[in-house]
């Protein structure tokens, strides 16, 4: 017999020490403690009124309406309670550019095609950077290692460049996985351009550069994020780089993420 399941880690759980989620505790550590203490989840977003869209109750979302749509026509976000839609709201307040043009390639392409059974490229692609991407501006000796996956020159061989590198984690999906560390975590990475490494500067380059046939191509390379130097302990040894269950070419094929309707009765 087998015990109990463990209890889903909660926002009272997060870890803002953790090397991923210490820049975004200035910002989301005030919220999370209101949640907490037992504010809706909803209310204590907005009382941070850093967003360009208000966050409204889950139930909100009329039945059988598409969730992008509805943020695209209203300017509210629907919320579920725990950490999947806690960072989301903390996206779009530290990324409200980025996320705003994501959605309005989301509703740009529900216009065109409806919702359809099956996601297209394009909106599978923008639903994959949404929920799982990160930003990297590094140089070019990294940038080709990574999308060849030539995990001990990325790691190794070219540690001392990593300084020079600037990694931001966006998918909420990956920040709420990240709450329990796993080895295995991967970010789909999105190269930046941005004049700077400032958040500001990268959200308006990031908006700005963002196109459906650009992320219809899958321009991400996969990154498991506990590979980067200086965020787990145990890679300072390169054997860590050695586990090909986790850096290894990824399969082909994966799996749709599922999509987001308002529920019926």
């Not at 989620?21 to 949640?35: H, I, K, S, T, Y």
């Amino acid at each position: 017999m087998t015990g109990p399941a463990a209890a889903a880690p909660a926002v009272g759980d997060i870890d803002w020490a953790a090397p991923w989620l210490a820049p975004w505790r200035e910002l989301g550590n005030p919220v999370a403690q209101r949640v907490a203490a037992g504010e809706a989840q909803p209310q204590a977003l907005n009382q941070a009124a850093l967003a360009p869209v208000r966050f409204v109750p889950q139930s909100d979302l009329p039945c059988g309406v598409a969730y992008e749509q509805y943020i695209f026509d209203t300017g509210c976000v629907p919320t579920r309670d725990g950490l999947h839609d806690f960072f989301n709201g903390l996206c779009w307040m530290r990324f409200p550019l980025t996320k705003k043009r994501l959605n309005q390639l989301q509703a740009a392409q529900i216009a065109h095609s409806g919702i359809q059974p099956v996601r297209g490229p394009a909106r599978d692609g923008l639903t994959v950077f949404d929920e799982n991407a990160a930003f990297l501006q590094a140089p070019d000796l990294l940038w080709d290692a990574l999308v060849a996956k030539d995990w001990y020159r990325l790691f190794v061989t070219l540690r001392p460049l990593w300084p020079q590198a600037h990694l931001v984690l966006f998918g909420h999906a990956l920040l709420e996985k990240l709450v329990s560390p796993r080895k295995a975590i991967t970010a789909h990475v999105y190269r930046a351009q941005a004049a700077s490494n400032s958040i500001a500067d990268m959200d308006a380059w990031m908006a700005a550069d963002l196109s459906a046939e650009k992320l219809a191509s899958k321009p991400f390379a996969h990154l498991p994020v506990l590979g980067v130097p200086g965020w787990s302990g145990a890679n300072e040894d390169a054997a860590f780089y050695a586990d090909a269950t986790v850096f290894r070419r990824p399969k082909a094929a994966t799996a749709e993420p599922g999509r987001r309707l308002g529920e019926c009765p």
